[in-house]
């Protein structure tokens, strides 16, 4: 005699899809940090690391990888914050790695951060006064 009867295994295994469609990526903390960006920890002085958006972050120590994360391209969405409403939903944000955040020019607005946005791209995924959030990010 089974447990489940079709349909209630048909909506088993629908629910464990719907929630492995959830996440994509690796969760972790997202600050944000303003000028100057510049020298940076990856290509010094030259302004043509920062993309035209201004959509850039500086590497936490768990991304950073000896240098390794400069250049490399991310997906961050804001999934929490300890202020309800904080996250602007439905927004991503693509962003090059271009510093390190421990040895960023300017602080970030919390230490210890996985990723540090730029303040615009920051604001594309959060409400700007925040001072940390929550993320979902995905290397592109």
Known sequence: ??????TSLFL?????AALFQLSHGDVG??????PPYSPTAC???SLSQF???????AAGE????????CGRQYLVRCISAAVPRTCLPDQM????IVDRAQTSRSSPSSNGATIVLAAPAFGTIADP?????NVEFQQV
């Open 51 to 57: 993309p035209s958006s201004n959509m850039f972050a």
């Open 62 to 69: 768990g991304i950073w990888d000896n240098g390794a994360a």
């Open 29 to 34: 903390t997202s600050a944000h940090y303003s």
């Open 43 to 45: 290509y010094g002085s």
């Open 12 to 16: 088993l295994v629908l629910l464990l």
């Open 93 to 96: 944000v693509q962003v090059r």
């Open 129 to 133: 006064s925040a001072a940390v959030i």
């Open 1 to 6: 005699m089974p447990i489940f009867g079709e």
